[in-house]
């Protein structure tokens, strides 16, 4: 019976796995090729079809209060937010991957003062230091695509601090340097392949933080702008239609949420493969 | 009768196989004060540098930049920008250790009294909606724990595993369409009664609460497989009790210290459901300041939740070390 459950629980591990590859190939090709998928314009209005519930007159997920198709807007969002996720995650990245490695290689002061900095950043709830960098950067998707990756790097530089540290007490990198190999060399050969694992996981779950803040910040009116397509700004404009048309609130949500399902749980799978050891 | 030493029962450094060195509270509270006090100096610093150097002149971006010059310089003196960035620096310090948070370029009112008009709400919501999480979190971590492998296990596994991925938002728009919208229980825009507060915690709890419920699993798995169990066991313990008087109570220590650590997450999570509940916090005061370009109000309001979110994790720091004496270690 246990072993039963045990191997059900493994199936549904699978399961979760296949549906989340799925769906982010899903959101590849729809960011990639969203004309295909998508059988409207996605900013046009059309006033003489305002509000259509799903599935009618060939609009699969009905329409909203301008008359703009709702899966082609959800189709069209994809892009944006692929594009958001990937740079604000590669400058926390590069931003974390310059911080950690000074940090942890020159230590003293240097790493000293560094950490302070990223203390004092992480002191800060997330959502309230993005807004407040969005509020002196201005509005728009750009401002919040850094805004992110600024409020990002000091997860990254934590970890890739913590990383070197400890690579560089091991007694490889020891005997690599009693060779005579130059520390740059150090760090390209030795140290940073061995914290890929940890930063490829760390990057997969990043995603999925960035893309809900991102939506957020579109909800409140920070982030992408009418009339483009985003999942945060279609919540927004669903907020005031709650009684005639629901269901505008209900699947960008669910595509939403669906993202960071995926994104969460490749992460979680990724760092469990990468670090056996774990 | 003399006592033979049971070799289930832990010897007296056995103790997470740890020996250490005992610091007094006293010493480990000085430590921790510092420490608080040089993040109390760090915050403002890192407000300063978003809000002032990042900009150029946060002035040029209140007024606009196709403002007359003399109604900018007008700013510059009203928000104490007309000095180099070192003087500034010094005297906001100056001033924030006076409690003066500035007045408001809108209402004219000081930003303090405004942001601690707004506090007590979002505090509530956020206290509300850990209250929540530890609800969900705590029996089902518990079922989930004591029941390995069973329905429970995977239920319990299944619903974490969404609701983190439910973005707390979406779900508080979500329950208005229910409970509001659907079936009328709860009010559909704000006020202040606890009645509103209902439906935007369960929002905020929900996310956090799937989050801790897989701490709980896995600490009271733990607490459950250690040797004082067995003790406790072959003392002839009824279950129930060995389970929640010692497994949970030792469990919890790790997932209260976490559940502070997400209070200051359940601050940032409430700003975006005030706006969805239209509750009239501090969140709101932050975000219709950002759309007003109410300077002196943003940079208060943001550098208050930081504030107190770095008191709240020194407190349960603090709170972690004094029940829990293995953490005194040095």
Redesign the interface.
Known sequence: MRIRIRRKRQKIQKLFLFTSTVYLCFLLFAAFGSSYLAPHSPTIQDLNHRLLPPLTEGRILGTDDLGRDIWSRIVYGTRPLLIIGTISVGIALAGGLLMGILAGAMGGIVDSFIMLLMDGILSFPTVLLAITVVSVLGYGLGQVTVALGIVFIPVFARLVRAETKSRLTEGYVESSRALGTSFPMILLRHVLPNMMPDIIAQSTVTFALVVVIEASLSFLGLGTQPPEPSWGLMLKESRNFLYQAPWMAIFPGVALAATVFSFNYLGDYLSEQLNPIR | MASVPSPLEPGPNTISGQKGLRIPFFILLVRKSVRLL??ML??P???FF??RV??GD?AL?VAGFDAPPEVVEDLKVKLGTNHPPLIQYEEWILSLAQLDFGTSLISNEPVLKLILERFPLTLSLAVAGMLCALLIAIPLGVMSAVRR???W??GG??FS??G????S??LG??L??IF???YPIFP?FGGDSPWHLVLPSIALGINRGAVLLRLVRTAMIEELGKEYIITARSKGLPELAVRYRHALRNALLPVLTIAGIQF??M???A??LE??FSLPGLGRL??SA??QRDFPV?QGG?LF??AV??LV?FLVDLLYSLVNPRIRVG
Request: charged share 5%; no cysteine.
């Open positions: 040089l993040t760090l915050i610093t890192v407000v978003v809000l990042i900009p946060p971006v492998w069973t329905l296990d995977y596994m299944v595993q969404i983190i991925s439910l973005p938002f979406w728009i979500i208005l369409l509001a919208v659907k559909l200051g997450y601050l940032g999570g700003i975006v706006q969805i932050i975000l950002v759309f943003i943001t939740i930081a979110f770095s994790n």
